[in-house]
């Protein structure tokens, strides 16, 4: 398993033990979705985007462009890449903790 699935796999099952759900995203017709939905119950709810141990996203990349677009318009997305990071963004939808937040792109 690559280190990028390895983290999708500790996201799917923190989200889960938190109460949570979460679906695998993708966009018709559209390019730089982020990986996943999660959410808790309404508005608790959040888009993630894994990304290998370490790695961020290229700034000049279609899914960085798209990411930036989502948040513009009031969506939360976080870019994540170890499993504190991801222990961190579940505490902070599951508390309805992330909205006005900058994140990181």
Same mark, same amino acid.
Request: proline share 5%.
């Given at each position: ?13 923190? *989200? &889960? ?7 695998? !995203? ?23 985007? *894994?990304?290998?141990?370490? &790695? ?20 939360? *997305?976080?870019?994540?890449?170890? !499993? ?7 505490? $902070? *939808?599951?508390?309805? $903790? ?6 990181? $792109?």
């Amino acid at each position: 398993m690559t280190p990028e699935g390895k983290l999708e796999t500790y996201l799917r099952r923190a *989200v &889960k033990q938190a109460g949570g759900q979460i679906r695998k !995203t993708r966009l018709i017709g559209r390019r730089g979705c982020p990986d996943d939905f999660i959410w808790f119950t309404f508005p608790r709810v959040a888009f993630v985007e *894994v990304k290998a141990d370490g &790695k961020d996203l290229d700034p000049r990349s279609q899914q960085a462009h798209e990411i930036r677009s989502m948040h513009a318009d009031g969506l939360p *997305v976080f870019v994540v890449s170890s !499993t504190h990071e991801i222990d961190e963004v579940i505490r $902070l *939808v599951k508390n309805n $903790l992330h909205t006005g937040l900058d994140l990181r $792109l």
